[in-house]
């Protein structure tokens, strides 16, 4: 399975915002220093979740970033979505014509890793950024 840094990066930053907003607008430099990501990557991810409604900027003094809805109605697979990345099996690829194993038929665990990428691309659609937010405070509240 692969999961670049883009979706990870996509998906840390909304749960900040999520975590650390309230009401107010987080400035995306907050995000960079919390989070460790930076500032010139976080632009180009924003840009891309702005476009495609899974936030909204506030500009001025105050200005950064909002949720565009409530975290419970922000699905991770939509942030990988918007950000043009999919969870990706290594190597076989389910739309090729070609064998995965540079042949003309598909490998002989081909159907397997077809199985797998529906299973984490269906947790990816159950699971939304309030998840996240509940299991930080479940993990806060263990400890």
């Not at 607008?25 to 500032?39: A, E, G």
């Not at 632009?43 to 975290?71: A, D, H, M, W």
């Not at 529906?118 to 990816?124: A, C, K, P, R, V």
């Not at 998840?131 to 479940?138: A, G, I, Q």
């Amino acid at each position: 399975m692969k999961l670049n840094s883009k979706s990870r990066y996509a998906v840390m930053a909304l749960a900040d915002i999520a975590n650390f907003s309230g009401k107010n607008p987080v400035p995306l430099r907050d995000i960079s220093l919390r989070q460790n990501i930076s500032l010139v990557y976080l632009e180009q991810i924003f840009s891309k979740l702005k476009k495609n409604n899974i936030v909204k900027s506030v500009r001025g003094t105050n200005g950064g970033y909002i949720l565009s809805n409530n975290p419970g109605q922000i699905k991770l697979s939509s942030i990988f979505s918007a950000v043009d990345e999919k969870v990706k099996q290594v190597q076989c690829k389910k739309e090729s014509k070609k064998g995965c194993n540079g042949k003309s038929t598909k490998c002989i665990t081909h159907y397997l890793w077809d199985e797998l990428e529906l299973y984490i691309n269906d947790f990816f659609n159950k699971k939304n950024l309030g998840d996240l937010l509940k299991k930080k405070l479940e993990t806060r509240i263990e400890r």
